[in-house]
C-alpha cells in the first residue's frame, strides 16, 4: 500500500526535539525528509546524552553492566535523543552562511513541498531565505516557523525552550505540591512534543490546501500558545466556579478521596499509586493488604475520618506497602476492585509492557553508525496506508551529510567534480 505522504519533500531545518519532532511525524507517513545541518552549529542532542553504546559498550550495557555508553570519534552520531526524534530522515551538510550554500539551499527549495524551520524569529530573514524570498522560487511552497512566541508580537524576539513555554502559559505553576513548596512543573520536554504535534498537524492541513488549491502559505507556529491550551481546566474553573488555581499535589480537590498518594514498594525509588474514593472501597483495600490489625482504627472507618487523618494514614500506608513488590501489589489491588498503578519506570515500560509489545510500539531500525536500535514507532495504526517511523527508506537516524551524494547528486544532478570543489570550499 502506498504511503499517505509519499509524494512530499521536507527540507528540514529544525533541531533539538521541539522542532524536529513535526517533520518527523510526516516522515513516518511517508515525506522524505532531507535534514540540512552544518558542522559550525551542529545540533547540540546529536552528540548529548543518553549515548547510544557501540562496539564494547554495547555488549557490556546489553549484557546487564551499568554504566554510560562511551563516544568515540563519530560521537556526533551517537545522540539517543536525536537518534529518537530524526528517525527515517535524511541528512545532509549545507553552510548557509556561504553564498553558494544559500544558491544551493534555494534549489532544494525549488524540488520541496515544505520549508520548515525553528530557529529565532528573524534568523532566516537574516540570511535572505525567508518566505518572501523562497516563494519567489517555489511559488507553492509551504513554510513553517517555530519561534518560541511567534514571529510577530513584542515577544517575538525572545528566545524560548519547552520549560520556558510552559512556564509562560501557567503550565509550571499549576503542577506541583501545594503552597509553600516551589512549582514543579510537567517534565522537562513536555512542550516540546505538545508543540511538535501541533507543528505536524499545521503542516498536513497546509498540504491539504494545498491539495485543493494548489497555493502554498506561511505558517507561523508558537511553541507557547499550545501550552495555553492545556490550563483549559483551570481558567473554566475560575470562570465557572470562582476557584483559583492552586497546587494538591496528591490530593483531590473536587472528588473526596483517601487515601489518595503514591506509596513506596520494595526496591529503590519505587512507588505505587492507590486512590479510595469510598468505604466498600476502603474494606477492598483492607481485605487485599490482609487485613492489618492497624487498618481497623476507628481514625479511618469512614472516609471523612481518613481524610482527618490523612497524615496518619499515608504514614501507616507506606510501611505496609513497601515491602511489597510493585507489580504484584498492583495487580492484587486492582483484582479486589481498588484503584491502584505501579509509577514505572522507562524501562518497565519500553522493556517490560505487554501492551506496547503487543502493539509493537519500538521499532529495530538501522543506522550505518551505531548499527540497529530501537526506536519508538508512529503512534497510530492506519487501516489504508503504512505509517512507519523508518519512513521509505527504512532507516533510522541519519549520520552527519550522509546523504550529499543523493541529494547532490541524484536529486539536484551535479558532477561528483563539482560536489568536490564545494566541499574544498567549506561550502557543503
Not at 532531507?34 to 549515548?51: C, F, Q, T
Not at 547510544?52 to 554504566?67: F, K, S, Y
Not at 539551499?105 to 532566516?124: G, H, L, P, Q, W
Not at 525567508?130 to 513553517?144: A, F, M, Q, T, W
Request: aromatic share 10%; proline share 6%; with cysteine.
Amino acid at each position: 500500500m502506498p504511503f499517505a505522504l509519499d509524494n512530499v519533500r521536507i527540507a528540514d531545518l529544525t533541531w533539538l526535539l521541539a522542532g524536529a519532532g513535526g517533520p518527523r511525524m510526516l516522515t513516518s507517513l511517508g515525506a522524505e525528509d532531507i535534514r540540512i545541518e552544518w558542522k559550525g552549529h551542529l545540533d547540540m542532542i546529536r552528540a548529548s546524552a543518553p549515548i547510544i553504546p557501540v562496539g564494547e559498550d554495547r555488549a557490556r550495557i546489553l549484557g546487564g553492566q551499568p554504566g554510560p555508553g562511551t563516544r568515540v570519534d563519530k560521537g556526533i552520531n551517537q545522540g539517543g535523543h536525536f537518534a529518537g526524534i530524526n528517525a527515517g530522515k535524511r541528512g545532509i551538510s549545507l553552510n548557509l552562511r556561504h553564498p553558494k550554500g544559500k544558491d544551493l539551499f534555494k534549489e532544494i527549495v525549488r524540488i520541496s513541498d515544505v520549508v520548515v524551520e525553528c530557529f529565532t524569529a528573524n534568523t532566516m530573514d537574516r540570511l535572505g531565505l525567508g518566505y518572501d524570498e523562497l516563494r519567489k522560487i517555489n511559488p507553492s511552497i509551504i513554510y513553517v516557523q517555530q519561534p518560541g512566541f511567534g514571529k510577530r508580537g513584542e515577544y517575538s524576539d525572545y528566545v524560548s525552550t519547552g520549560p520556558v513555554a510552559q512556564a509562560m502559559s501557567g503550565l509550571t505553576e499549576q503542577s506541583g505540591l501545594p503552597s509553600p513548596w516551589p512549582p514543579a512543573g510537567w517534565g522537562y520536554s513536555y512542550m516540546d512534543w505538545s508543540g511538535a504535534y501541533y507543528c505536524a498537524m499545521a503542516m498536513l492541513s497546509a498540504l491539504y490546501y494545498r491539495s485543493r488549491t494548489g497555493e502554498g502559505q506561511y505558517m507561523d507556529c508558537s511553541q507557547t500558545e499550545p501550552a495555553i491550551y492545556m490550563t483549559g481546566t483551570a481558567i473554566l474553573d475560575y470562570v465557572t466556579n470562582g476557584h483559583e488555581s492552586q497546587r494538591t499535589g496528591n490530593t483531590s480537590r473536587y472528588v473526596p478521596a483517601a487515601p489518595h498518594n503514591v506509596y513506596p514498594v520494595k526496591g529503590t525509588d519505587r512507588w505505587i499509586a492507590i486512590t479510595v474514593f469510598a468505604d466498600d472501597e476502603w474494606c477492598s483495600l483492607v481485605g487485599a493488604l490482609g487485613n492489618p490489625a492497624w487498618m481497623a482504627d476507628n481514625r479511618f472507618s469512614t472516609l471523612e475520618l481518613r481524610q482527618r487523618y490523612l497524615k496518619d494514614l499515608d504514614d501507616l500506608l507506606s510501611n505496609e506497602t513497601r515491602d511489597h513488590d510493585g507489580f504484584v501489589l498492583m495487580n492484587t489491588l486492582q483484582a479486589a476492585g481498588v484503584r491502584a498503578g505501579l509509577c514505572q519506570t522507562a524501562e518497565d515500560r519500553m522493556l517490560h509492557d505487554p501492551q506496547l509489545e503487543h502493539r509493537g510500539f519500538q521499532v529495530e531500525l538501522t543506522n550505518s553508525f551505531v548499527g540497529t536500535w530501537p526506536v519508538k514507532d508512529f503512534p497510530i495504526k492506519l487501516s489504508e496506508s503504512p505509517a512507519y517511523v523508518g519512513g521509505t527508506i527504512d532507516r533510522h537516524f541519519p549520520c552527519y551529510g550522509e546523504d550529499n551524494d543523493y541529494v547532490y547528486g541524484d536529486l539536484l544532478d551535479m558532477r561528483e567534480s563539482d560536489i568536490a570543489e564545494l566541499q574544498a570550499e567549506d561550502v557543503i
